[in-house]
């Protein structure tokens, strides 16, 4: 069933208005019937006047009712029914006390009127005029009583028999006037302050949803924020901003900014300068930095009063990352057009050198010390053709032939081949791993990467070293890692890149062909520093890769 706007408004009538009104009704009662006793005991004694002791009476009937209303009210929750009980024995008071001073002549009509007043507090327009007309009908009627000579005459009541019609007719178009002008008044400013209270309750709604918005932005937003006063203390510190730093509000609050952030030394707190925009390395741990980029702007109230700066931060180190990762694959990219090209070029004159020398070689009459030298042409000139070979194949890969093949049973293979090879007689190779690895790969690119990254560990843990190779097929991980010497940290930007390498006799295409083959199947391979001492390569595949 639906709600009216009367009910609705009824139902949250404020407690507190309705205590108001309780006790504003006790303090008229006691203090108008109180006179009216007082004033009729000076006219006859307490057994004479029975007008006295009934208006005593009703006095007391009054302070108990209230004070039960009082009682009740706390108990409720619900108001609508309440008024209107309260309405009710209001009206119904009144005509007694009118009756009892009077009738016609009673100085007390005038109440009718302060009940359409709180009335209207309470209730909405058209339920006031019923208000209205309810005190017009009683108001009426009791004179009618009186006209007729219905009402009953207690010893000391001066209520008068002898009436004029027009007496009558006269008092009750006043009376009735009034009422139903006093309601439509008192109905049409108590609904504009109802309008207006609602319209601030609104906004104060408005104002409290805006503020747990915020609070949800502050605390669910990915990037860091704090406030820095102008002493240069921080004031506040968001959940992004815990996450990345590794602080909490409790530890950071109301410390100087520097301590946490050096890079911001140089931070004036007078003029709020010495912060714009920019990036930082910040030292989360021992064996972790972090690359932030920031952005502050100034914090001013609605005076334009400065209260400090508005700093907001990021953490970048993925995404640099990325980043090196993107210029290392256009960097490729370009050597390997370069390479398409000039690998064309260079392969036909060296094999017509080739050929020229080998020709020589045939005729007799060439001495010892030429056919050495002719020998060594020959032998740098195969090497040469072979290093162009691997990079026509870094330049030029050729598409993907994807096959789901046991990981386990390559590595397998590749380390036995190793081991067959002599060549790492004393370097024992750990096998981390069990059982098949299946996975979607392209076998002989994967084998050449394997293979590459085999040999690179077998030559770093020489001449007695070790070798880790583990599988971590849920989550598309292999990983290699030995014994040696490791990579600098200045290296290891530059390992990927063709030609770069730390070796004396390497050509520097092997980790440069596993990284283009290990990103034709949009995977990476990353190096870092291993548990074992020396370099720790991983190679990570996409989901498409991992067989369920």
Request: hydrophobic share 45%; charged share 20%; proline share 3%.
């Amino acid at each position: 069933m639906a709600v009216t706007p009367a009910q609705k408004y009824s139902h949250n009538v404020p407690r507190r208005l309705l205590s108001w009104y309780l006790a504003v009704r006790l303090v008229v009662a006691c203090l108008f019937l109180g006179g009216t006793i007082l004033y009729q005991l000076q006219q006859g004694s307490w057994a004479v006047s029975v007008a006295a002791r009934f208006l005593t009476y009703l006095t007391l009937v009054s302070i108990l009712q209230t004070l039960l209303s009082g009682f009740i009210l706390t108990r409720i929750k619900r108001y609508r029914h309440f008024v209107n009980v309260q309405i009710c024995w209001d009206l119904l008071f009144i005509v007694l006390v009118i009756y009892l001073t009077g009738g016609v002549h009673s100085l007390y009509s005038f109440l009718f009127i302060l009940v359409i007043i709180g009335a209207s507090v309470f209730l909405p327009r058209s339920q006031l005029l019923v208000v209205a007309s309810a005190s017009s009908i009683l108001y009426g009627s009791l004179l009618d009583l009186q006209y007729y000579g219905y009402l009953p005459v207690f010893v000391g009541q001066s209520l008068s028999k002898d009436l004029q019609h027009s007496d009558v007719f006269y008092a009750v178009f006043l009376h009735v006037g009034a009422f139903f002008l006093t309601a439509l008044l008192s109905g049409a400013l108590a609904e504009r302050l109802r309008r207006s209270e609602e319209a601030r309750e609104r906004r104060e709604i408005d104002y409290g949803e805006l503020e747990r918005l915020n609070q949800a932005i502050l605390t669910n937003i990915n990037s860091g924020l704090m406030v820095v006063n102008a002493a240069g203390r921080i004031r506040s510190f968001n959940h992004a901003a815990s996450k990345i730093t590794g602080y909490r509000l409790e530890d950071v609050y109301n410390r100087p900014i520097e301590a946490i952030f050096p890079e911001f030394d140089s931070f004036d707190p007078v003029s709020l300068e010495g912060v714009d925009r920019g990036e930082m390395q910040y030292r989360r741990s021992e064996a972790e930095t972090l690359i932030l980029g920031y952005s502050a702007s100034r914090v001013v109230d609605r005076n334009d009063t400065s209260l400090g700066l508005l700093i907001a931060f990021q953490d970048l180190t993925e995404f640099k990352e990325l980043e090196g990762q993107l210029q290392r694959a256009d960097r490729l990219a370009a050597v390997g057009r370069l390479a398409s090209g000039m690998a064309h070029e260079i392969r036909n004159p060296l094999a017509s050198i080739s050929g020229s020398v080998q020709l020589l070689l045939e005729d007799d009459k060439v001495n010892a010390e030429d056919r050495r030298l002719m020998n060594i042409v020959i032998k740098e000139a195969d090497r040469l053709s072979l290093l162009l070979s691997d990079f026509l194949t870094f330049a030029r890969p050729a598409p993907l032939q994807i096959e789901s093949i046991d990981v386990a049973s390559l590595l397998d293979e590749l380390i036995a081949l190793l081991n067959a090879s002599g060549q790492f007689q004393n370097v024992i190779i750990e096998k981390a791993y069990h059982g098949p690895n299946r996975m979607n790969v392209d076998p002989q690119k994967m084998h050449q990467v394997l293979w590459d990254l085999l040999l690179n560990a077998g030559e770093a843990a020489s001449p007695a070293g070790r070798i880790r190779v583990e599988i971590n097929g849920g989550q598309g991980e292999i990983i290699i890692e030995d014994t040696g010497s490791g990579i600098a940290e200045a290296d290891r930007d530059k390992l990927f890149e063709p030609f770069y390498t730390t070796k004396d006799t390497g050509t520097g295409l092997g980790l440069a062909n596993a990284y283009a083959n290990i990103g034709a199947h949009r995977g990476r391979i990353t190096v870092e520093s291993g548990s074992l001492g020396g370099a720790r390569f991983i190679i990570e595949l996409p989901d498409q890769c991992r067989v369920v």
